[in-house]
């Protein structure tokens, strides 16, 4: 399951934060939209247990057409339709997941991509933290994206891994149950085998599962971290969505 980092103390929600707006349908989902609306490039954020009311998510998103040379739209889509992770609510991890299978929302994200696709989007990348790494994860391997990136992923194996099918970043923390370092160097090992895919596998020293959304304004050396993980992740759309 998800490391139960991604459980422990979730962030105070704010659904009217960041500069950007929220839609209320596109491909079937509700969204936060970020960047150019005309733009070719899409940039798809999807999101931890906690969806995409988290507020430095929200300035992830903001933030990534400063760090992009594609003035790309980037949207959060909300796959959780309204349920986030509320640690006050008596059901424990394991039953929120039974509810929230990422395979779900794969099959949810399809027509999202389609969706942004009509708009005449040409090249698509998607980052996913934690939970949402295994939907990206599921989308690089049926062809659907152009570039991905992983940021302290839960719930994938090494059999994911094989088959993933477009250039993939994989941004770790040393510190994770989830996703030890152990796993992400098998991960490197098979993406290194497979030469047809582009891939950089990155352990953050120093850092917990989760430090690339959940970090603390007021800890300037998880600030720093943070900030690196997100020049990391725009640097690999810059390469690969061109």
């Known amino acids: 399951m998800a490391s139960s980092h991604c459980f422990e103390n979730p962030p105070a929600l704010n659904p009217a934060g960041g500069v950007g707006k929220v839609v209320d349908d596109f491909g079937g989902q509700k969204a936060y939209v970020a960047g150019s609306p005309e733009s070719k490039v899409a940039v798809v954020l999807v999101s931890d247990p906690v969806g995409f009311e988290a507020p430095n998510l929200r300035k992830i998103a903001d933030k990534v057409k400063f760090y992009t040379s594609l003035h790309a739209t980037i949207r959060i889509y909300y796959f959780l339709h309204g349920d986030p992770y509320d640690a006050s609510n008596p059901n424990n991890p394991g039953m929120w997941m039974q509810s929230h299978n990422p395979q779900k929302a794969f099959e949810e994200a399809k027509p999202v991509i389609a969706a942004i696709k009509e708009k005449g989007v040409s090249n698509i990348g998607v980052a996913g933290y934690c939970w949402g790494a295994k939907v990206v994860v599921e989308l690089a391997k049926v062809h659907e994206i ?28 040393e510190i994770d149950k989830s996703s ?3 796993l992400l160097k098998q991960f490197e090992q ?7 895919v582009g891939h950089i596998v990155k352990i953050f020293p120093g850092v917990a599962h989760g430090w690339a959304v959940r970090y603390s304004n007021e800890d300037a050396a998880a600030v720093t971290s943070a900030e690196e993980a997100l020049q990391d992740m ?4 810059n390469k690969y969505l061109k």
């Open 146 to 173: 152009q570039a991905a990136v992983l940021l302290h992923p839960s719930l994938l194996t090494v059999d994911d891994i094989k088959e993933v099918k477009c250039p993939i970043s994989i941004l770790g923390a």
């Open 180 to 182: 030890p370092p152990e």
């Open 190 to 196: 098979v993406l290194s085998a497979n030469s047809g």
């Open 234 to 237: 725009s640097h690999w759309f």
